[in-house]
């Protein structure tokens, strides 16, 4: 342990060190932990393996302790030189009953106590007693006094990306109408170029360019049915009274020479 301590500290002095992590350095006590760190307020001795808590440093500062997955079955009482203690995590432990627990009653600021994993959660009403011993305390093992479960911080990250997301979608839609703005700030697409060209096509048939095409055309069709329009019928006349004046001006003039 004094060696991860020492590696820790990274030359800085003991009284500038304001948090230190410790886990799984391997030690059955407290050993290069001293007095001198008068600043630490976040110390975690996870899965040390931890018997005892005798000499524990008097930290006045420390607010946070994690203690977990060690073998403590007593000996909390040497905890009490560090009376800001808001946080303590003792679960995964060898605690076996609620009286081991009376040290604790000193600590007038803990907030947060974790004993999960322990014996001593098997006592009869272990959560109603718990709360009466310690008035100060807000949540024990994850959960109010009201069972209602303490919001975690990643709780808290995700909330804030499912609002993201939402925004995203927003964005979407707005996308969508940036392409219709975009249609009525004058972007024509090929489909309505066509569109153009068509109605111009046909204000071009309307105005009678190609109407008398469009006649001859049916009477063209008609004929080659064998079904002459009134419009053939009427040419064929006129050429049928064309032809009898002529037919007449030369009987007439046969007539004449026969008369001389």
């Known amino acids: 342990m004094e060696k991860r301590i020492e590696l820790e500290r990274r030359a800085r002095k003991a009284n500038q060190i304001t948090e230190l992590n410790l886990d799984n350095c391997r030690s059955t ?60 995590n003792l679960s995964g432990n060898k605690i076996k009953d609620l009286e081991t627990l009376k040290p604790l009653e000193e600590f007038k600021n803990l907030a947060v106590l974790d004993l999960f994993n322990n014996d001593a959660t098997q006592v009869e009403n272990y959560r109603e007693k718990i709360f009466k011993m310690l008035p100060s305390l807000s949540f024990l093992d994850g959960f109010d006094c009201n069972d209602d479960e303490v919001q975690s911080e990643g709780d808290d990250d995700e909330e804030v990306n499912g609002n993201d997301s939402e925004d995203d979608v927003s964005g979407d839609d707005d996308g969508d109408s940036d392409e219709s703005d975009d249609e009525d700030n004058g972007d024509v697409s090929l489909s309505e170029v066509y569109n153009d060209d068509l109605e111009e096509d046909n204000s071009d048939w309307e105005e009678g360019e190609g109407g008398d095409d469009d006649e001859d055309e049916d009477s063209d069709i008609d004929e080659a049915d064998g079904e002459p329009n009134e419009s053939t019928a009427s040419v064929n006349a006129n050429e049928k009274d064309a032809e009898k004046p002529a037919e007449e001006s030369t009987a007439r003039g046969k007539k004449r020479k026969h008369d001389g």
């Not at 008097?58 to 808001?86: A, F, V």
């Open 29 to 88: 006590s407290i050993v290069g932990l001293t007095d001198e760190y008068t600043a630490l307020e976040t110390l975690s001795l996870i899965n040390v393996g931890l018997t005892t808590l005798k000499g524990f440093p008097k930290l006045p500062n420390l607010k946070k302790l994690e203690l977990s997955d060690n073998r403590i079955s007593n000996g909390l009482n040497y905890l009490t030189t560090s009376p800001q203690l808001q946080y303590l």
